[in-house]
């Protein structure tokens, strides 16, 4: 179902965020900034003013043997930016192909795909302080990347604007394969390990598992993974010999909230206009003029069975507005 802002403004430099910050027309807490929107669930119409980046552009800051470091616009799409990369001949994102949203939202969500996470290649952040329009960089360390995580999510949230990310990549072949089929897809192919191959594959692993949400209304994994502490994960084995796991820090360990969710029975399931997808669990599809409210209450029934069934709790890595 189609909901709308009160107001959206786009801009498309720093100097015009600055000047539309500081003069008084977006009041705090009457403002949402959106990347691509792909992370997002709206329930209700939304009275403030929707901030989107219109800043552009790609431009090498240095290169070595060894890396380049690439500053790049807020507003480019995501997926632009890697398929530059791999046409450039550099290394580390293409196992971050076909990911929906823009550059800036990569940087807050610290998005993650088959093995790499962002925060692997990101160098530094610049933004804009809200409040007073100053600009501050922050290291990667300053921005406190976690699973999905970052201090622009919690701390820092609603406090800064990110008009750039820089992110390093390398020159030498370095590859990430070991993930899911990844590795198998390109022997079954018959392709050779390359920049193109693997964001090939790797595009057509995701177009096979997940809904395009230009066809049809989802935001990728509705939920995260849970990290849940090791003993918990030994108990749950001896009863599910086939538990899937990533083993994690600080004596916890990652479970795959799809496999899960499938094994309470709901891949496939509907509620109304709204359903568990058929080849992933992990996503929630609109099937047509579905509320957010409703997209809701089945994501709230799939949280309740999870844990009645597991003891295990899991959260929306989709944010309701
Ligand atoms: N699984 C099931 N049933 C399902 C789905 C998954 O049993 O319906 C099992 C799979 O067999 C596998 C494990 O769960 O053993 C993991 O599945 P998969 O590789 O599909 O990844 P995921 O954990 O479900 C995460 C990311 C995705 C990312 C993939 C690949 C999160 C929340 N999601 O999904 O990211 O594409 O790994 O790296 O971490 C997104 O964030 O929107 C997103 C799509």
Known sequence: MNVWAACFIEYNSEDELRELLLS???LPGSWLHIGGGSNLLFTKNYEGTILHSGIKGCELLSETDEAVEVRVGAGER?????????????YGAENLSLIPGEVGASAV?????????????????????????????????????????????????????????TYRLGKKAVFRLNYGNVRSELERNAC?????????VIVRIRKEKLPDPAEKGNAGSF??????????FETLKQSYPDLPFFPADNGKVKVPAGWLI??????????????????QALVIVNDGNATGDEVVRLADAVIASVYEKFGIAIFPEVNYV
């Open 24 to 26: 008084g027309k977006i």
């Open 78 to 90: 995501w997926d632009d930016f890697v398929k530059y990369t791999v046409a450039n001949g550099w």
């Open 109 to 165: 969500q610290n998005i993650g795909a088959y093995g790499v996470e962002v925060k692997d290649l990101i160098a530094s952040v610049e933004a804009i302080n809200v409040a007073d329009g100053m600009f501050r960089r922050f290291t990667n360390e300053e921005c406190r990347y976690a699973y999905r995580d970052s201090i622009f999510k919690k701390e820092l949230k609603g406090q800064y604007i990110i008009t750039h990310v």
């Open 192 to 200: 050779a390990v390359t920049l193109d191959n693997v964001r090939r």
């Open 223 to 232: 939920f995260m993974n849970p990290f849940i502490p090791k003993e918990q």
């Open 262 to 279: 499938e094994k309470c029975g709901w891949k496939g399931r509907s509620m109304g206009r709204v359903s568990v997808y058929d080849k």
